[in-house]
């Protein structure tokens, strides 16, 4: 899939990752990562088909985690004089 204007680009930290016992395409993967690139509120998706099922979700790397911790951690309290709670 190319990049186009209006579309999301190609590169994310994360890639999919599908458990479960239903078999894919590359064209249900290439869809079902399509899916989670224009709803990033969505954690991950529950497939069932006659054949059997999976969830599939956003496997992203520690480090990313890790960087996002510090971005939250560095930023303190808000001008209003409340902090972040995890």
């Known amino acids: 899939m190319k990049d186009s204007p209006g579309t ?5 930290p994360w890639q999919l990752l599908v458990v479960g016992g239903t078999l894919l395409t590359q064209q249900d993967i290439e869809a079902l990562t399509r899916i989670l690139d224009l709803l990033p509120h969505v954690a991950g998706l529950d497939i069932t088909t006659s ?18 911790d510090q971005i939250l951690a560095g930023m303190g309290s808000f001008a209003g004089g409340g902090e972040i709670l995890r």
């Open 51 to 68: 054949v059997g099922s999976a969830r599939v979700f956003r496997d992203v790397p520690g480090n990313y985690i890790q960087q996002a």
């Open 8 to 12: 999301l680009p190609q590169k994310r």
